[in-house]
T-cell receptor
Framework: GQNIDQPTEMTATEGAIVQINCTYQ??????LFWYQQHAGEAPTFLSY????GLEEKGRFSSFLSRSKGYSYLLLKELQMKDSASYLC???????FGPGTRLSVLP | GAVVSQHPSRVICKSGTSVKIECRSLDFQATTMFWYRQFPKQSLMLMATSNEGSKATYEQGVEKDKFLINHASLTLSTLTVTSAHPEDSSFYIC???????????????FGPGTRLTVL
């Protein structure tokens, strides 16, 4: 089976940096995905990690440690539009974590 | 590329009726499509996985006779909510995994979702 955990809510200030953690336990691992979801909309793909280390993509970076069952999503230079839920997903059948609702304040 | 559409985007129906939701991959072929349900302020819950030409695999607790899935082609999957009740009101999202994808990646592409309201 799979077990995925994320903080429920986070708050940060515009222009700041925020790190959203995801811990997981899974019987088979073929990569970890991060998605962004605005209220009432479908998730949009942010990043994919299959090897240990940091993947950087503009203001967003994602880190993976397979031995620790741990990943984080790092958001830099926060903007108001980054207020959304951030979901990590693992497993062949894409089991999603509970999601982290990020609120960016002015 | 990699666009997935869903139809309808929003549907309101009476209790006891059936509702069909279509999920189409517009510019790629999908070996596998997934159906999720999302209640307000909750994460996506996987309902079932469907492979073209075979029966869907349902997650524990999801009634296969209530949520009928048909994956008739590599670009179309349908979810039919039979005898819908108010507790079935939710946001239903499909996703599709491309047939032709880079080795080692399993990215899914999501449809825009269908908001079902059962009165």
């Amino acid at each position: 089976g799979q077990n995925i955990d994320q903080p429920t809510e986070m708050t940060a200030t515009e222009g700041a940096i925020v790190q959203i953690n995801c811990t997981y336990q899974t019987s088979g691992f073929n990569g970890l995905f991060w998605y962004q979801q605005h209220a009432g909309e479908a998730p949009t793909f942010l990043s994919y990690n299959v090897l240990d280390g940091l993947e950087e993509k503009g203001r967003f970076s994602s880190f993976l440690s397979r031995s620790k069952g741990y990943s984080y999503l790092l958001l830099k230079e926060l903007q108001m539009k980054d207020s959304a839920s951030y979901l990590c997903a693992v497993g062949q059948n894409f089991v999603f974590g509970p999601g982290t609702r990020l609120s960016v304040l002015p | 590329g990699a666009v997935v559409s869903q139809h309808p985007s929003r549907v309101i129906c009476k209790s006891g009726t059936s509702v069909k939701i279509e999920c189409r991959s517009l510019d790629f072929q999908a070996t596998t499509m997934f159906w999720y349900r999302q209640f307000p302020k909750q994460s996506l819950m996987l309902m079932a996985t469907s492979n073209e030409g075979s029966k869907a695999t349902y997650e524990q607790g999801v009634e296969k006779d209530k949520f009928l899935i048909n994956h008739a082609s590599l670009t179309l999957s349908t979810l039919t909510v039979t005898s819908a009740h108010p507790e079935d009101s939710s946001f239903y999202i499909c996703s599709a995994r491309p047939l032709d994808r880079l080795a080692g990646t399993d990215t899914q592409y999501f449809g825009p979702g269908t908001r079902l309201t059962v009165l």
